[in-house]
Nanobody
Framework: QVQVAESGGGSVQAGDSLRLSCAVSGRTDSNYVMAWFRQAPGKDREFVAVINSKSLNTYYGDSVKGRFSITRGSAKNTVRLQMNSLKPEDTGVYYC????????????????WGQGTQVTVSS
């Protein structure tokens, strides 16, 4: 059984940085495309960033380009999301997702999801 676990959320001031981490456990023989999505209260889930299994391709949502960076961790099927110059509009629950179906910028193809970690940015 595949499990996805996020860590690293918290409350910060505008302009600060945070780093989120995510790890896939269970069926680790597979190579997963891993992505981050976020959801603010009352809003739809939003794509943040994605990285393919070989770290050759990364894509970012328009609202985070130039401020966020997604990278693979040293352990297989782990990723980090470095978030710099945080803004109050970055507030939300951040979800890590994984799939073997390919690289997607939408949430539907992702089979495995974490429980989410809260990020709160105050002005």
């Amino acid at each position: 059984q595949v499990q996805v676990a996020e860590s690293g959320g918290g409350s910060v001031q505008a302009g600060d940085s945070l780093r989120l981490s995510c790890a896939v456990s269970g069926r680790t023989d597979s190579n997963y495309v891993m992505a981050w999505f976020r959801q603010a209260p009352g809003k739809d889930r939003e794509f943040v960033a994605v990285i393919n299994s070989k770290s050759l391709n990364t894509y970012y949502g328009d609202s985070v380009k130039g401020r966020f960076s997604i990278t693979r961790g040293s352990a297989k099927n782990t990723v980090r999301l470095q978030m710099n110059s945080l803004k109050p509009e970055d507030t939300g629950v951040y979800y890590c997702a994984a799939t073997t179906r390919g690289l997607y910028l939408i949430s539907e193809p992702y089979e495995y999801w974490g429980q989410g970690t809260q990020v709160t940015v105050s002005s």
